[in-house]
């Protein structure tokens, strides 16, 4: 009987084995989530799949339960994501072609006016580098020496507003220009003064168009210093009193580098 006692209370219960096992089990699970969040594709979706099942010994994964990764977001790297997107140069570039066809689309219905009211001759339009460029020649709207908008000018000044009338709308720019003979009147002390009224003189009558938005107006003067032709001539003379409607893009088609 004392033998008997002596090997009993020698004997362990190892009954706590078994939840310590499966405890060690979530615990490796546990570790293999861990580590797969903090990157996972599609490669690492699948092994970490199989090892639940392994683990669970047949039972259903909760992964599968899950939505799986997208396939369409997680199989592109990042840096084939990041050549789809159009970069900061390539939108420039569009917005550029964007605004240049709207500038040639304005110049066109202005030449078609030009060639339906023959006025080849006292009306012409040029793309610059700074926007699109209505030169309109002295003889139509001003006598020499005068800033008062002639008859046929007013005419043309209220068509012109038409044609300037654009949505989203544009800033104009009108400037005044003259020949190089000296001011001999009491109305203006210099051409500078000449000018500067010839083109604030034009923007009036155009700004008559209640469709415009005065705010996206200007008006400059250069006197006789910027000549389209040598002063040598009275036809020359009559190229250089002038005025000018700029049209400036609502995006900078320059070609310089920023």
């Not at 989530?33 to 799949?49: G, H, N, P, R, T």
């Not at 010994?57 to 799986?68: D, K, L, R």
């Not at 507003?161 to 003979?181: N, W």
């Amino acid at each position: 009987m004392r033998r008997k006692k002596k090997n009993h209370e020698n004997h362990v219960d190892e009954s706590w084995l078994l939840p310590y096992s499966d405890l060690l089990t979530l615990l490796v699970a546990l570790f293999i989530v861990l580590f797969a969040m903090s990157e996972i594709d599609s490669e690492k979706y699948q092994q970490l799949s199989t090892v639940f099942k392994e683990e669970f010994a047949g039972g259903s994964s909760f992964m599968e339960e899950s939505n799986a990764p997208n396939q369409s977001t997680t199989d592109i790297p990042a840096e084939e994501e990041k050549e789809k997107e159009p970069n900061e140069q390539e939108q420039q570039v569009s917005k550029e072609d964007q605004e240049l066809e709207e500038l040639q689309t304005i110049q066109q219905q202005i030449n078609r006016y030009i060639q339906d009211e023959e006025l080849e001759e006292v009306f012409d339009t040029q793309l610059t580098d700074e926007g699109l460029l209505l030169t309109i020649l002295n003889d139509i709207s001003f006598d020499s020496g005068s800033a008062e908008v002639k008859a046929e000018g007013q005419k043309l000044a209220q068509d012109v507003s038409e044609l300037l009338y654009t949505d989203p709308p544009h800033q104009i720019v009108i400037s005044g220009h003259a020949d190089d003979r000296p001011v001999n009147n009491a109305d203006f002390a210099s051409n500078w003064e000449l000018s500067v009224m010839r083109a604030i003189n034009f923007m009036g009558l155009i700004l008559e168009n209640d469709k415009l938005d005065p705010g996206k107006f200007s008006a400059k003067g250069f006197g006789e210093h910027q000549p389209i032709a040598p002063n040598d001539s009275e036809a020359n003379r009559a190229k250089n009193r002038r005025v000018e409607v700029l049209i400036l893009p609502n995006y900078d088609i320059s070609t310089e580098e920023q």
